[in-house]
């Protein structure tokens, strides 16, 4: 079987239309086999945008499944996009990508990255996933300031920082306090719910992140609410996106990943 191309981007919203770059844009990449029973849904971190889960995207899309990749709104486009949207609006795409997928498909599976596995925590007391990865969650940001975000929206609107010219095209340099905030009322929520979702969860995180505090997905792993769950810590060597080419343990990453959700359907 093979994957369509990596550039196959659709429209989910239609806010995606104002995407300028392909590679930001919402993708599926599916196989022509009727067989397939497995939607996976796919969602990019903070300031990031849908390129980030692409490679993944394929790689699931070639043992047989669908992988759809949203875009969260504010996401692709410019830095004071995102500082106008809320976390509701990032959560809505989420669960518009959840209908998407099970109208079409019997099993629907959740990975998501930073910013993007607190969302499909969030999403999943209402939707009923077959399983969740949450690869580099968090419950805590690095820096100091974040908590106080709500007041510091209000004088200062950006924290810059650098990004390498390589990957700029999708990322911003500049990260709206404002949408910070956000994230912060997203932590509360997630924060909350752990105890009540019971789904298999399998969690990655790493020792050299330094966008986030990794030590606090080990907290949120340990009040999830799940029977099954497994947790996976990778070393100084490897960064916060455990998604693209920049992390040396890739190919570790597809692998458990693929191991982990091909046990959540029978048969």
């Known amino acids: 079987m093979t994957a369509h191309s990596l550039h196959n981007t659709i429209d989910l919203v239609p806010d995606d239309a104002t995407v300028l770059l392909p590679e930001n844009k919402p993708f ?58 809320s976390y509701e609006e990032w959560l ?18 959740g990975i998501g990255l930073s910013t993007g596995a607190l ?21 805590k940001m690095r820096q100091w300031l974040a908590p106080l975000a709500g007041i510091l929206q209000y004088f200062v609107k950006y924290n810059h920082r650098l990004v390498d010219s390589e990957v700029s095209p999708y990322y911003y340099r500049d990260r709206p306090i404002a949408s910070v905030h956000q994230i912060n009322r997203l ?5 909350r719910n752990l105890p009540e979702i019971k789904i298999p969860i399998m969690v ?38 455990l998604t693209t080419a920049d992390n040396p343990q890739q190919e570790e990453i597809f692998r458990i990943t693929a191991e982990f959700t091909r046990t959540l359907i029978p048969g």
């Not at 945008?49 to 875009?71: N, T």
Request: hydrophobic letters at 40%.
């Open 92 to 109: 809505n795409s989420v669960e518009i990508g959840y209908r998407h997928l099970a109208e079409k498909y019997e099993f629907v599976v």
């Open 119 to 139: 969302l499909l925590l969030a999403a999943a007391r209402n939707l009923r996933f077959s399983g969740l990865v949450l690869l580099s969650p968090y419950l």
């Open 187 to 191: 932590i509360r929520r997630v924060r």
């Open 28 to 85: 599926c990449f599916a196989t022509n086999s009727a067989e397939n029973r497995v939607g996976f849904l796919l969602v990019h971190g903070f300031t990031g945008s849908p390129w980030e889960m692409r490679e993944i995207g394929q790689h699931l899309a070639q043992s047989g499944a669908c992988s759809l990749g949203v875009r969260l709104p504010g996401h692709g486009t410019t830095a004071d996009d995102l500082a106008e949207r």
């Open 204 to 241: 990655a995180s790493a020792a050299g992140d330094v966008t986030i505090n990794s030590g606090s997905a080990i907290n949120l792993y340990n009040h999830l609410g799940s029977q099954r769950k497994e947790y996976y810590r990778f070393g100084r060597e490897v960064p916060h996106v």
